[in-house]
């Protein structure tokens, strides 16, 4: 078999096959270029998900008529400059293209059509079909910039049309590719228009941190905005900025996980295996918190010439990176202190409201309770009821399970505390606090939970955790295999306070249990440890597997739900839970708490 040279219009439809998969890919090529021209403003337009039409307009620095004709020819760009040797250092590279091929590749498959204006100079018009060439020739163009229509797509590749997916599945898949690198280009207008339709509209934002924020929220939702914690760490010439979602505001999928690599938005695996590394203490494992996260490195330390539609990018020193983000991560939310998450309370009020069916209609005089409802209120309002019967008929409606009552002086000031100062423990499970404009409801379990876990953490950061002897020793009954797996680590347990040992063939028997944790229910946590242990495996070591384990113990260590509490045990829970950090979620990316606004609740009531 004979070797030949390939025409010309099969190397660009070969070419094409790799840059140009689907209209989203145009989009990104021809969007991409737009920004590299200096745009401000970059409208998009698609018909019937850009399989038949698709227009890019931006007002970036247009294109000469000698630059226009090179335009559509195959590594023809001016994104590369040969340096004093007259070589081209590709490890330097500092646009979002660079390869030259995008528009003779677009050409080769569609019919595509170029309007171009230099600042100052002419108008000129060029057509490509199929890769055959037609024009330049002059052309009206309001402005400067460029306008790029592409139509037909695939049409001179028919097999390549049975794979695209439906017009409402491209039209999506363009959404996201715009929305994309609008969160790299706050500075930069963008639209999208399908089928008259306006899908996206975002107007330029300030080159600063608010305006950042601002793009941000209006791409990831304005929830994203109100719960984003602020990233900034620098290591070694590396930066990232960006923003992190707190725990308590987590998705059941991990599509709201952004990494830009000096402004290029890329997909890596890397970023993936960082944000479950930083946010392991507080979500569970099929939870996914929401993060942009923005990496300016020096072009020499990273490697953008991997994939022919530059989506992948491969880092000099991989290790360097992901700590860099793991840290920066684990910084901010250690800063976030207790706060959770206002998607909290605003599900809560939206629940309230919601049975209703509408807005609250305030409460009239005429209004009475439902007599029947309650034997012991309709007897206190039956005509032959005297006063006693009245007060005693009240007496028998449930009561909180405790009461805090303290001095005036101390309500005050316990009140101007961020968690406010508790007034009542409901259904041996919720305390309730009082704060200067609303009121906290806490879960006690998760709120304990988190405190034991951070204490363990704290301690076992000093040294081992130490123990307390029970009185009596607990035997705990588990299977054989079960027995074998905690035998194996019984000296790595003994390092966090548990103290066990073989008890037959199917039992443990604990002698000591890690004082911090107090009353524990201990067959319920050597059960959990033992299904740690098998879901683990054998190879890795308890520390490296710490989280989980404290977690567990953390877990079974804490205030139960369902028990009692005083005054001063509920208020000690709230100010412990304003020092620790993380103290806003529990150990599974729960909220520990629930803060209901005065407003809002006047609200509910019709009072505003």
Same mark, same amino acid.
Do not use: W
């Given at each position: 078999?004979?070797?030949?040279?390939?025409?010309?219009?099969?190397?660009?439809?070969?070419?094409?096959?790799?840059?140009?998969?689907?209209?989203?890919?145009?989009?990104?090529?021809?969007?991409?270029?737009?920004?590299?021209?200096?745009?401000?403003?970059?409208?998009?337009?698609?018909? #019937?998900?850009?399989?038949?039409?698709?227009?890019?307009?931006?007002?970036?620095?247009?294109?000469?008529?000698?630059?226009? $004709?090179?335009?559509?020819?195959? !590594?023809?760009?001016?994104? $590369?400059?040969?340096?004093?040797?007259?070589? /081209? &250092?590709?490890?330097?590279?500092?646009?979002?293209?660079?390869?030259? %091929?995008?528009?003779?590749?677009?050409?080769?498959?569609?019919?595509?059509?170029?309007?171009?204006?230099?600042?100052?100079?002419?108008? !000129?018009?060029?057509?490509?079909?199929?890769?055959?060439?037609?024009?330049?020739?002059?052309?009206?163009?309001?402005?400067?910039?460029?306008?790029?229509?592409?139509?037909?797509?695939?049409?001179?590749?028919?097999?390549?049309? +049975?794979?695209?997916?439906?017009?409402?599945?491209?039209?999506?898949?363009?959404?996201?590719?715009?929305?994309?690198?609008?969160?790299?280009?706050?500075?930069?207008?963008?639209?999208?228009?399908?089928?008259?339709?306006?899908? *996206?509209? $975002?107007?330029?934002?300030?080159?600063?941190?608010? @305006?950042?924020?601002?793009?941000?929220?209006?791409?990831?939702?304005?929830?994203?905005?109100?719960?984003?914690?602020?990233? !900034?760490?620098?290591?070694?010439?590396?930066?990232?900025?960006?923003?992190?979602?707190?725990?308590?505001?987590?998705?059941?999928?991990?599509?709201?996980?952004?990494?830009?690599?000096?402004?290029?938005?890329?997909?890596?695996?890397?970023?993936?295996?960082?944000?479950?590394?930083?946010?392991?203490?507080?979500?569970?494992?099929?939870?996914?918190?929401?993060?942009?996260?923005?990496?300016?490195?020096?072009?020499?330390?990273?490697?953008?010439?991997?994939?022919?539609?530059?989506? %992948?990018?491969?880092?000099?020193?991989?290790? %360097?990176?992901?700590?860099?983000? *793991?840290?920066?991560?684990?910084?901010?939310?250690?800063?976030?202190?207790?706060?959770?998450?206002?998607?909290?309370?605003? /599900?809560?009020?939206?629940?309230?409201?919601?049975?209703?069916?509408?807005?609250?209609?305030?409460?009239?005089? #005429? /209004?009475?309770?439902?007599?029947?409802?309650?034997? /012991?209120?309709?007897?206190?309002?039956?005509?032959?009821?005297?006063?006693?019967?009245?007060?005693?008929?009240? =007496?028998?409606?449930?009561?909180?399970?405790?009461?805090?009552?303290?001095?005036?002086?101390?309500?005050?000031?316990?009140?101007?505390?961020?968690?406010?100062?508790?007034?009542?423990?409901?259904?041996?499970?919720?305390?309730?606090?009082?704060?200067?404009?609303?009121? *906290?409801?806490?879960?006690?379990?998760?709120?304990?939970?988190?405190?034991?876990?951070? +204490?363990?953490?704290?301690?076992?950061?000093?040294?081992?955790?130490?123990?307390?002897?029970?009185?009596?020793?607990?035997?705990?009954? $588990?299977?054989?295999? =079960?027995?074998?797996?905690?035998? +194996?680590?019984?000296?790595?347990?003994?390092?966090?306070?548990?103290?066990?040992?073989?008890? @037959?063939?199917?039992?443990?028997?604990?002698?000591?249990?890690?004082?911090?944790?107090?009353?524990?229910?201990?067959? @319920?946590?050597?059960?959990?440890?033992? &299904?740690?242990?098998?879901?683990?495996?054998?190879?890795?070591?308890?520390?490296?597997?710490?989280?989980?384990?404290?977690?567990?113990?953390?877990?079974?260590?804490?205030?139960?739900?369902?028990?009692?509490?005083?005054?001063?045990?509920?208020?000690?829970?709230?100010?412990?839970?304003?020092?620790?950090? #993380?103290?806003?979620?529990?150990?599974?990316?729960?909220?520990?708490?629930?803060?209901?606004?005065?407003?809002?609740?006047?609200?509910?009531?019709?009072?505003?």
């Amino acid at each position: 078999m004979r070797i030949h040279r390939l025409p010309p219009d099969a190397v660009n439809r070969i070419a094409a096959g790799e840059v140009i998969e689907r209209p989203a890919a145009v989009v990104k090529e021809l969007v991409e270029n737009a920004l590299d021209a200096g745009a401000a403003r970059i409208d998009v337009e698609i018909e #019937h998900g850009g399989k038949t039409r698709l227009v890019v307009t931006d007002d970036g620095c247009g294109m000469s008529r000698r630059d226009l $004709l090179l335009a559509v020819e195959r !590594h023809a760009t001016s994104k $590369l400059t040969p340096g004093a040797d007259g070589d /081209y &250092d590709l490890m330097n590279i500092a646009t979002m293209g660079f390869r030259g %091929e995008a528009l003779p590749s677009i050409g080769a498959v569609a019919r595509l059509s170029i309007t171009t204006r230099e600042n100052g100079g002419e108008a !000129h018009h060029l057509r490509v079909e199929g890769g055959a060439l037609e024009g330049p020739a002059p052309a009206a163009f309001g402005g400067h910039g460029a306008r790029i229509e592409v139509r037909d797509l695939f049409y001179a590749t028919p097999a390549r049309l +049975k794979f695209l997916k439906s017009d409402q599945a491209e039209t999506t898949a363009i959404g996201e590719t715009v929305r994309r690198l609008a969160m790299a280009r706050q500075d930069v207008a963008f639209t999208l228009l399908s089928s008259g339709r306006k899908i *996206v509209n $975002l107007s330029a934002e300030t080159l600063s941190e608010d @305006g950042r924020l601002k793009r941000l929220a209006a791409i990831m939702g304005r929830e994203f905005g109100e719960n984003a914690l602020a990233i !900034h760490a620098e290591r070694e010439g590396a930066r990232v900025t960006g923003f992190a979602g707190l725990p308590t505001f987590n998705r059941g999928l991990p599509d709201k996980q952004f990494l830009f690599v000096n402004g290029r938005p890329v997909r890596d695996r890397l970023v993936v295996g960082a944000v479950r590394g930083a946010y392991a203490d507080f979500l569970a494992r099929d939870r996914h918190p929401a993060v942009a996260l923005f990496l300016d490195i020096p072009a020499a330390l990273v490697d953008v010439n991997v994939h022919p539609a530059k989506t %992948e990018v491969r880092f000099r020193n991989a290790a %360097e990176v992901r700590g860099l983000l *793991v840290g920066a991560l684990r910084h901010a939310l250690a800063e976030a202190g207790h706060r959770a998450s206002t998607t909290t309370s605003a /599900y809560a009020l939206g629940k309230m409201s919601a049975q209703s069916g509408g807005p609250v209609t305030p409460l009239h005089s #005429h /209004y009475r309770p439902s007599l029947a409802a309650n034997p /012991y209120i309709r007897d206190a309002f039956s005509p032959a009821a005297g006063l006693n019967d009245r007060q005693s008929a009240f =007496e028998n409606v449930d009561r909180p399970s405790a009461r805090a009552e303290a001095s005036p002086d101390e309500d005050a000031i316990s009140a101007e505390r961020p968690l406010g100062a508790a007034r009542a423990q409901m259904h041996e499970t919720y305390i309730v606090s009082q704060t200067t404009d609303g009121l *906290v409801i806490v879960d006690q379990h998760a709120a304990h939970e988190r405190l034991v876990y951070e +204490k363990m953490k704290s301690a076992l950061s000093g040294g081992a955790v130490g123990g307390q002897g029970l009185l009596l020793p607990e035997v705990v009954d $588990l299977a054989s295999d =079960e027995a074998d797996r905690l035998e +194996k680590r019984f000296d790595e347990f003994a390092e966090l306070g548990l103290v066990m040992e073989r008890f @037959g063939e199917d039992a443990v028997m604990v002698r000591e249990t890690p004082a911090m944790l107090g009353e524990v229910d201990i067959k @319920g946590l050597v059960h959990a440890l033992a &299904d740690d242990l098998s879901s683990m495996g054998e190879t890795l070591a308890l520390k490296e597997r710490l989280e989980e384990v404290c977690s567990s113990m953390a877990c079974h260590g804490s205030i139960r739900a369902g028990r009692r509490m005083t005054a001063d045990e509920m208020n000690a829970l709230l100010r412990q839970m304003e020092a620790t950090p #993380h103290s806003g979620q529990c150990n599974h990316g729960r909220p520990t708490y629930v803060e209901l606004k005065l407003a809002d609740i006047e609200r509910l009531f019709g009072r505003r």
